[in-house]
């Protein structure tokens, strides 16, 4: 597989044969796994959350494990723990599932935040500490959670600091008439079909080479400066108490760049970064009291706060300040 593009369509087609519609957010998984970003999803029980999450893992070759999110875990079940074998008289270390290429945590919400924050250190540093040893996690390392609205009963709030460390957070709705209908014909020719169903068809050495050529797209200046506006409306808004912060920035750099490659471009163009706006900022900014007695929603408030800036000109405007891929460096 030779580039981000071939590697994309490969996810996409692979799971398009259990997941039906939800092309965004395929993209969005694609796109964190190959800038060692995670992914949270939100949606009501029953639209295909844990189902996207899975068949994504399973279309690579990688390690994959799915941690189901109860208020009763703690964090070790999560990390692991020191286990004292006594016929042996030493401590042996029983890993976690985090100690996985993919992890899936279901219903991540579920969970007290105190057993939530058990995954900040592997998501920011990709290592896990226990009882005082780090350990490294595998390389590459996607988080991919999923989580049911605040309105549902029985769910914790995700700690902020937690939030923020997602590099996305997509939305997944009740689907379409016509999609339920596609859905309603496969699984009544087939009521046993699931992400088992998916098999691998990229592995470690495709995501590394994605992730080496994601490297090398072209950011021009007015793209980044682009970016630091839209950024910038946030902190400014009345609408928002608190705006995006530089690590949202830094999301959309490498989010955007990954967008452009996967869409066989070598240039960051407006519509990337525009695309990636909401999954970037909604689960990182937060309403003022105001907004909240208004009931305006996140997703509104960011959509007019990226439609007031305006984007910078011509495709011509990207790519001029561009390297010469025909001139070797020397």
């Known amino acids: 597989m030779s580039s981000p593009e071939a590697l994309y369509e490969a996810?996409?087609?692979?799971?398009s044969n259990v997941v039906v519609g939800n092309e965004d957010v395929i993209e969005g998984l694609t796109i964190a796994m190959i800038t060692d970003g995670h992914v949270l999803l939100e949606g009501v029980p029953?639209?295909?959350?844990?189902?996207?999450?899975?068949?994504?893992?399973?279309?690579?070759?990688?390690?994959?494990?799915?941690?189901?999110?109860?208020?009763d875990m703690v964090p070790a079940d999560i990390?692991?723990?020191?286990?004292?074998?006594?016929q042996q008289g030493e401590f042996e270390l029983q890993r976690g599932p985090v100690f996985a290429n993919v992890v899936v945590a279901d219903e991540i919400n579920r969970a007290t935040p105190k057993t939530q924050s058990a995954l900040l250190e592997s998501m920011q540093e990709s290592t896990v500490t226990i009882d005082g040893d780090s350990l490294a996690l595998p390389d590459?390392?996607?988080?991919?959670?999923?989580?049911?609205?605040?309105e549902m009963e029985g769910v914790f709030e995700l700690p902020e600091a937690q939030r923020d460390r997602f590099q996305l957070k997509y939305v997944v709705d009740v689907p379409e008439r016509d999609n339920e209908r596609a859905?309603?014909?496969?699984?009544?020719?087939?009521?046993?079909?699931?992400?088992?169903?998916?098999?691998?068809?990229?592995?470690?050495?495709d995501i590394q080479a994605a992730r080496d050529a994601v490297q090398g797209i072209h950011v021009a200046a007015p793209i980044k400066e682009y970016v630091l506006d839209i950024v910038a409306a946030t902190r400014s808004s009345?609408?928002?108490?608190?705006?995006?912060?530089?690590?949202?920035?830094?999301?959309?750099?490498?989010a955007s760049k990954a967008r452009?490659?996967?869409?066989?471009?070598?240039?960051?163009?407006?519509?990337?970064?525009?695309?990636?706006?909401?999954?970037?900022?909604?689960?990182?900014?937060?309403?003022?009291?105001?907004?909240?007695?208004?009931?305006?929603?996140?997703d509104d408030i960011?959509?007019?706060?990226?439609?007031?800036?305006?984007p910078p000109g011509s495709d011509e405007t990207f790519t001029s300040e561009a390297p010469d891929p025909s001139v070797a460096d020397n």
């Open 260 to 298: 452009a490659a996967i869409h066989g471009r070598e240039y960051v163009i407006p519509d990337d970064v525009k695309a990636l706006a909401l999954p970037v900022l909604r689960h990182r900014v937060i309403r003022s009291t105001d907004a909240e007695l208004a009931d305006r929603a996140v």
């Open 79 to 86: 990390t692991g723990t020191q286990i004292y074998r006594q």
């Open 46 to 71: 029953g639209v295909a959350k844990t189902t996207i999450a899975n068949a994504v893992a399973r279309a690579t070759d990688l390690s994959y494990s799915r941690i189901q999110m109860t208020p």
């Open 140 to 150: 590459p390392f996607l988080v991919v959670a999923t989580q049911n609205p605040l």
């Open 11 to 15: 996810i996409l087609a692979e799971t």
């Open 302 to 310: 960011v959509t007019e706060l990226v439609d007031s800036v305006t």
């Open 238 to 254: 009345s609408a928002l108490q608190h705006g995006g912060s530089p690590r949202a920035s830094l999301a959309f750099l490498s």
């Open 183 to 205: 859905i309603l014909d496969r699984f009544d020719a087939d009521p046993d079909l699931d992400a088992a169903a998916i098999s691998s068809v990229v592995d470690a050495a």
